[in-house]
């Protein structure tokens, strides 16, 4: 009887945390505009308008599908540029950036600050709208 007691709450426990990682995985979420290491690293690639930086690993699959998502919008989207990091070789900026995935994508205004951050592969409707609303802060025309 306990032996069934502690499978059933074993299920539900993970039941509720897979829940919670897929509600949250790929989700685009504010964060609090801030001045980042990561403006220095990207001194002279940053784009006029905005900048998505994804940060990858070799062996990550989202993080192709991501990759090919983010050129997509920025190829449509005048002055946003995207800029791929490797994680593994920049351990330093993934922990100043508290990077715990890949893909992390990140949304830059145009002089470096970070307004949005998206874990996980962000839907092609979600990063637009991320963009748009980076754009709208830093006083650039819309998409």
């Known amino acids: 009887m306990i032996g069934a007691l502690v499978v059933v709450v074993v299920l539900v426990a993970c039941g509720i945390g897979g829940l919670i990682f897929r509600r949250r995985y790929g989700r685009v979420r504010k964060t609090d505009e801030q001045q980042t290491p990561l403006a220095e690293y990207l001194r ?25 998502v983010l050129e997509e919008v920025t190829v449509m989207v005048p002055g946003v540029s995207h800029v791929e990091i490797d994680a593994e070789e920049n351990l330093e900026l993934v922990r100043a950036l508290d990077v715990r995935r890949t893909p992390t994508v990140l949304f830059l205004g145009p002089s470096g600050e970070v307004h ?22 830093s006083g650039d025309v819309s998409i």
């Not at 002279?44 to 900048?51: M, P, W």
């Not at 949005?116 to 802060?137: C, E, N, T, W, Y």
């Open 116 to 137: 949005h951050r998206a874990s996980g592969q962000p839907r092609k409707v979600d990063v637009i709208a991320a963009l748009g609303r980076v754009m709208d802060a």
């Open 44 to 68: 002279g690639r940053l784009g006029s308008n905005a900048t998505v930086v994804q940060f990858s690993s070799a062996f990550c699959q989202p993080c192709r599908a991501t990759r090919r």
